[in-house]
């Protein structure tokens, strides 16, 4: 006869205080924001932690009750959730082109749309229904969190000022915008140089963001 595989159990602690947060699919903690997720039939036990908290960073331990015990450890990274915009703070055009601004920010919005993330010219909300026309945005979700562009065709010198993403759950970001009527070459700069930068911590485990993290055991 077939010998009963034996049972493990899986818990996940948090090392600052040694508090057991989950053991098994029960949860041991007053803070609703923690929970653990189990998809049957894997062998994940995902500590999910919902509203992450700068306070919430720290080292956090997955632990099964073989003999002898295995642990797990993982570093969670909270950073504040903000927009950058890509290149220079300060972005030339020429008149009649186009002005190219891309806009990242590091956390996700459900589901990404062009709500999520507001563009201003000035003091006033790009309004891109304005008989000026040629105006648009494409907003995307990534895998670090959501991307906005906005294109303004047809470059005018009224199209001078400072732009501004405003995501609706991270800090907005700016750039000055000056559209030049002649050439001047050693002024030019493209408005869509990438940029590189840190969106999100990576860690051995599944991406971490502001809002909404997963701690993932196996």
Same mark, same amino acid.
């Given at each position: /006869?077939?010998? $009963?595989?034996?049972?493990?159990?899986?818990?996940? /602690?948090?090392?600052?205080?040694?508090?057991?947060?989950?053991?098994?699919?029960?949860?041991?903690?007053?803070?609703?924001?923690?929970?653990?997720?189990?998809?049957?039939?894997?062998?994940?036990?995902?500590?999910?932690?919902?509203?992450? &908290? $700068?306070?919430?960073?720290?080292?956090?331990?997955? &632990?099964?009750?073989?003999?002898?015990?295995?642990?797990?450890? @993982?570093? #969670?990274?909270?950073?504040?959730?903000?927009? %950058?915009?890509? *290149?220079?703070?300060?972005?030339?055009?020429?008149?009649?082109?186009?002005?190219?601004?891309?806009?990242?920010?590091?956390?996700?919005? =459900?589901?990404? =749309?062009?709500?999520?993330? #507001?563009?201003?010219?000035?003091? =006033?909300?790009?309004?891109?229904?304005? $008989?000026?026309?040629?105006?648009?945005?494409?907003?995307?979700?990534?895998?670090? *969190? %959501?991307?906005?562009? !906005? !294109?303004?065709?047809?470059?005018? !010198?009224?199209?001078? *000022?400072?732009?501004?993403? @405003?995501?609706?759950?991270?800090?907005?970001?700016?750039?000055?915008?000056? @559209? !030049?009527?002649?050439?001047?070459?050693?002024?030019? &700069?493209?408005?869509?140089?990438?940029? =590189?930068?840190?969106?999100?911590?990576?860690?051995?485990?599944?991406?971490? %963001?502001?809002?909404?993290?997963?701690?993932?055991?196996?």
């Amino acid at each position: /006869m077939e010998r $009963p595989q034996p049972f493990y159990n899986v818990s996940w /602690m948090r090392k600052r205080d040694l508090h057991i947060l989950t053991s098994h699919i029960f949860t041991y903690t007053g803070d609703a924001r923690f929970s653990v997720l189990h998809p049957e039939p894997s062998d994940d036990w995902d500590l999910k932690v919902d509203y992450v &908290q $700068p306070r919430d960073a720290g080292v956090y331990e997955c &632990q099964i009750n073989t003999e002898p015990k295995i642990n797990m450890a @993982v570093v #969670l990274n909270v950073e504040a959730a903000a927009a %950058t915009i890509w *290149g220079s703070q300060d972005v030339y055009v020429k008149k009649g082109s186009t002005i190219s601004l891309t806009c990242s920010v590091n956390v996700h919005s =459900s589901p990404p =749309s062009s709500a999520s993330v #507001l563009w201003y010219h000035g003091n =006033s909300v790009v309004d891109f229904d304005s $008989p000026r026309g040629g105006i648009s945005l494409e907003t995307e979700k990534t895998e670090g *969190g %959501t991307t906005s562009k !906005l !294109l303004v065709t047809k470059a005018a !010198l009224a199209d001078s *000022g400072n732009y501004t993403c @405003v995501p609706n759950n991270a800090h907005p970001a700016s750039v000055s915008v000056h @559209v !030049l009527n002649g050439e001047h070459p050693a002024a030019m &700069q493209t408005s869509n140089r990438a940029a =590189s930068y840190l969106l999100t911590s990576q860690l051995s485990c599944p991406l971490l %963001t502001y809002l909404l993290s997963s701690l993932t055991c196996r």
